[in-house]
């Protein structure tokens, strides 16, 4: 099987943007919510930061579970690393995630001001300074054969749509409108030139689950 390039479970508004304006060290998505755009995911047995027993099953669930099939490294833009711009001023920050990131995988961090790779668990940064389509060559041989997740933000996402090297998206389009922040669209009929789509409402009506796919 061909290794794929996945956008999996990232949430937008239902104007287009996948986070606000403002991000700092105590708000990653600037203006808006994270909670209200990602109730639908926190709310399935499959939410991996779930500490009590139960949550819905389901489609909202399925998709939850999906995240990390078959993947084998992501690739973030810098500001889903961390909120800092601009030279690093120290290399103590090592991600929003603590010693333990999500991630499981290799993960490539595309930045214009590399820093040294870093290990923490079982989940490796490496930061470099490419075009998406050289980013996509590294993080596929690190998949060793498995799939790439395209882990965001908007503005990354984007990027490599019009590169044209996306193979798959699921966006979950919240109901709420942000106005402003990093945008990933303003319709997601501009991407059915090279898509199919189908769109399915969440069982929970927190979310509309958009699925595209490679014509």
């Not at 709310?43 to 999906?66: I, K, N, Q, V």
């Not at 120290?90 to 961090?109: A, I, K, L, Q, S």
């Not at 009929?189 to 699925?211: C, I, K, N, Q, W």
């Amino acid at each position: 099987m061909p290794q794929l390039l996945r956008v999996q479970n990232f949430n937008v508004s239902s104007d287009g943007f996948g986070a606000g304006e403002g991000q700092s060290l105590e708000r990653p998505f600037g203006h808006a919510d994270p909670g209200t755009m990602f109730s639908w995911a926190g709310a399935t047995a499959s939410w991996p930061m779930r500490t009590d027993p139960g949550g819905s099953r389901g489609l909202d669930d399925y998709l939850t579970r999906d995240y990390a099939r078959n993947i084998g490294a992501e690739i973030m833009g810098r500001n889903k690393f961390g909120p800092q711009r601009g030279p690093w001023e120290n290399y103590d920050w090592r991600g929003w995630w603590g010693d333990e990131p999500p991630f499981h995988t290799p993960v490539f961090v595309m930045t214009h001001h590399p820093r040294p790779s870093f290990t923490l668990s079982d989940t490796t940064f490496h930061f470099v300074d490419d075009d998406p389509a050289t980013v996509l060559d590294k993080a596929l041989e690190a998949a060793q054969g498995k799939d790439v997740r395209l882990g965001g933000g908007a503005t990354t996402i984007r990027e490599f749509l019009d590169a044209d090297l996306v193979d798959t998206l699921h966006v979950a389009v919240s109901p709420l409108k942000l106005g402003s922040g990093a945008r990933l669209w303003e319709s997601p009929d501009e991407l059915l030139d090279r898509f199919h789509l189908d769109v399915v409402p969440s069982p929970s009506g927190a979310v509309t689950h958009h699925l595209f796919w490679r014509k």
